[in-house]
């Protein structure tokens, strides 16, 4: 059984920087994709970034250049680092796993931009 567990939300001013940790148990394949999902209130679920095989990464046009992805395939651990955080950042993060169709979350962490 697969579970996710991020950690590293929280309250950052506009400008600012954090980090996002998602540690995973269970059997991870490094060929499937994990990543990072948000989701603000009253909108949509959206993809922030994924990356396969510790490489090959793809992000929304809203955070390249600000957010990057990486993963620790023996810790089965992926992370996001986000800078240069705007309000619009804000929304709860999720973790996710990808094994074909389906799809593994995690529970979210809050990450909230303000002055």
């Known amino acids: 059984q697969v579970q996710l567990v991020e950690s590293g939300g929280g309250l950052v001013q506009p400008g600012g920087s954090l980090n996002l940790s998602c540690a995973a148990s269970?059997?991870?394949?490094?060929?499937?994709?994990m990543g990072w999902y948000r989701q603000a209130p009253g909108k949509q679920r959206e993809l922030v970034a994924t990356?396969?095989?510790?490489?090959?990464?793809n992000y929304a046009d809203s955070v390249k250049g600000r957010f990057t992805i990486s993963r620790d395939s023996a810790k089965k651990s992926v992370y996001l680092q986000m800078s240069s955080l705007k309000p619009e950042d804000t929304a709860v993060y999720y973790c996710?796993?990808?094994?074909?169709?389906?799809?593994?979350w995690g529970q979210g962490t809050q990450v909230t931009v303000s002055s």
């Open positions: 269970g059997r991870i394949l490094s060929f499937y994709p």
């Open positions: 996710n796993y990808k094994v074909g169709r389906y799809d593994y």
């Open positions: 990356i396969r095989d510790g490489t090959t990464t």
